[in-house]
């Protein structure tokens, strides 16, 4: 019998089981409405399914079976009936079968049908069963047909681009367009569940969802000879990763821990569709559709989720050094550069990759968002722009805005400013500004010490400016930690070591005619944000004096420093001593050990108390 007259066959047996399903659900009407016996009617339902059974075929018999099976089995909706009269219940005992044997049950059958499809296309059709299963509500049993169902398309390469082989036979056109039509049903179901959800079955479609795209790509290359991509399908998948109505941090994480970004078809198209994706967010959906504001952040979060976590390869860097070559070495190179397709070509990449954060910048960032991509962008960003001045205004409105935002700005603005030449005339000013006691309590406090001692290493700042800093730190750190106390005096050290003129502060002789002036006080400004009315050359460092009474040695230890004859000590590493806590001044002082022998005097003593001591007491 032919492939037709089999379809023909299995059409009247799906007939012919609608027809007794429609007798049945009659039945139940019928007996409900004459007061029927609950038990009576489930059991003439399974002496009528078992008249039907012969009339239909495998794939028609185990379908609607399957799908009465899961529905709950306290419920009679589904209990089938003869047409005639009630008849006397015998007693009986109606014992229920545990959910999971119910489950056990239909993974089994689920087995049986991809067994069924995969031995002959004459089983074809129970892959529609098989896309029942794929939205069941028990997610064992959904992921069970989804990597069947996966398997099966694998097994016959169908793809969502793919086209049908040309053929002169009809009906082997007809049997391919068919099949590529249900992968499409697939690939739809499991883009849905990857739209609605964010757990271990989101995360396995989405494994599944690769394995088809990464499947397609190769069979696009074998037939192409050249680089080809699955694009169709991957930017469905990317949009359903993305969608803002819920936040995918599992999915995504999972995508990139599968190492998918290392692949470069996957790595180009990510970086091409985002920009179109946060584009078509930004469009006028906001004036058809309102969106709630949750949606925007949870937009946000999801592209930031995926994007950060890109890693450009290090020879997409611009301006990277390259070793020397000879002259056939770089036709070769050049020739090479040629051969690779234009979507993967440094140029191209380095460019959408900068259209991916110009984008992402204009939203408005969660402060956690904002304060991580600060973190991120000196060094996994501006390396791989073509134009990293792109980013002055965001970096300069960042660093404008005070407080954390600004000090986490400070790396990437002094990028600008020392690698591509940006002038930025209130650079130091709002450095000087940034510096206060709040500072040696905050996460970032290394980080931040490190650049101030870097930006000020500059041998050509004036000597009032650097005066400036340093007093002020010397003012801050009467009232920080004494961790804080440390980093400021090695900071000092440093300022007045690199600059000589700033000794006066720390050597400061008062003369005649200064002497009314220093009466009436200090005359450093502390009020004011601005190094050049601060007067800072015309005080002293007395606050030095103040700390070397500080309760913690480290403190007195690193004020005498500055006592060093002509500063012959070099200038010492902030980092290290800028990173420290009461957790870690606690910790060295009880991982200090008393000696076992431990000298009080040089003179052995005679007596307990030398002398007449009480006359000498009491005298």
Not at 255 to 260: E, K, L, N, R
Not at 382 to 390: A, M, S, V
Not at 517 to 533: F, I, N
Request: aromatic fraction near 8%; include cysteine; proline fraction near 5%.
């Amino acid at each position: 019998m032919g492939r037709k007259g089999k379809r023909v066959k299995a059409s009247k047996a799906a007939a012919a089981e609608a027809t007794a399903e429609a007798a049945e659900a009659k039945a139940i009407a019928a007996m409900e409405a004459e007061g029927a016996d609950k038990t009576t009617a489930k059991r003439t339902s399974e002496s009528r399914k078992g008249k039907g059974k012969g009339d239909a075929n495998q794939m028609n018999e185990d379908g609607p079976s399957t799908e009465r099976m899961f529905q709950s089995t306290g419920s009679d909706d589904d209990s089938d009936t003869e047409a005639s009269g009630p008849k006397k219940p015998k007693k009986t005992v109606s014992i229920k079968a545990p959910r999971t044997h119910m489950h056990e049950t239909t993974l089994e059958l689920i087995q049986k049908h991809e067994t069924a499809v995969m031995k002959s296309t004459a089983n074809m059709n129970q892959i529609l069963v098989l896309q029942k299963y794929v939205v069941h509500d028990h997610w064992k049993v959904a992921l069970a047909a989804m990597k069947a169902l996966s398997r099966v398309f694998l097994h016959f390469h169908v793809g969502w681009q793919l086209e049908v082989p040309p053929s002169q036979d009809e009906d082997f056109v007809k049997f391919n367009t068919w099949l590529k039509q249900q992968f499409k049903v697939f690939a739809q179901s499991l883009l849905k569940t990857i739209e609605t959800r964010d757990d271990q079955l989101a995360v396995k479609s989405v494994a599944l969802v690769m394995a088809h795209i990464l499947d397609e790509t190769d069979t696009l290359s074998a037939d192409e000879d050249t680089f080809a991509f699955a694009s169709d399908l991957f930017g469905k998948l990317l949009r359903a990763m993305l969608n803002p109505a819920i936040d995918h941090e599992t999915v995504l994480q999972a995508f990139v821990d599968a190492g998918h970004l290392q692949h470069p078809g996957v790595l180009v198209f990510t970086l091409m569709g985002l920009p179109r994706f946060m584009t078509q967010m930004k469009k006028p959906a906001s004036k058809t559709k309102k969106q709630q504001p949750t949606s925007i952040e949870y937009l946000i979060t999801n592209v930031y989720m995926l994007l950060h976590q890109i890693e450009m390869p290090p020879e997409m860097i611009v301006g990277a050094p390259q070793a020397p070559r000879q002259d056939d070495e770089d036709d070769d190179a050049d020739a090479e550069e040629q051969d690779i397709h234009p979507l993967l070509r440094k140029g191209h990449m380095r460019k959408v990759f900068s259209q991916c954060w110009m984008c992402f910048l204009e939203f408005k960032l969660p402060t956690d968002v904002f304060k991580d991509v600060l973190v991120n962008l000196d060094s996994r960003v501006i390396p791989f722009l073509p134009n990293p001045k792109l980013l002055l205004d965001f970096l300069t409105d960042s660093y404008s805005s005070g407080g954390i935002i600004a000090i986490l700005s400070l790396a990437s603005l002094f990028t600008l400013m020392h690698q591509y030449h940006l002038d930025y005339p209130h650079f130091y000013p709002r450095l000087y500004a940034l510096i206060n006691t709040d500072i040696f309590y905050s996460k970032h406090r290394s980080k931040f010490f490190q650049l101030v001692d870097f930006f000020l290493s500059s041998t050509h700042l004036t000597a009032y400016l650097a005066a400036a800093f340093a007093k002020r730190l010397a003012r801050c750190a009467l009232g920080a930690p004494p961790f804080g106390c440390v980093t400021a005096c090695y900071l000092i050290y440093n300022i007045v070591r690199r600059h000589s003129a700033c000794r006066i502060l720390v050597h400061r002789e008062l003369s005649a005619d200064s002497t009314a002036q220093m009466s009436e006080g200090d005359p450093y400004d502390a009020k004011t944000s601005d190094p050049t009315k601060c007067n800072a050359l015309e005080s002293s460092l007395w606050e030095l004096a103040v700390l070397k009474q500080h309760y913690h040695p480290e403190v007195i230890k690193a004020v005498r420093l500055l006592e060093t004859p002509a500063y012959r000590k070099p200038p010492t590493a902030v980092g290290k001593v800028s990173s420290g806590s009461y957790k870690s001044m606690v910790k060295a002082e009880l991982a200090w050990k008393l000696p076992e022998e431990l000298p009080t005097t040089f003179e052995r003593p005679t007596t307990l108390l030398a002398g007449n001591t009480c006359s000498s007491l009491w005298a």
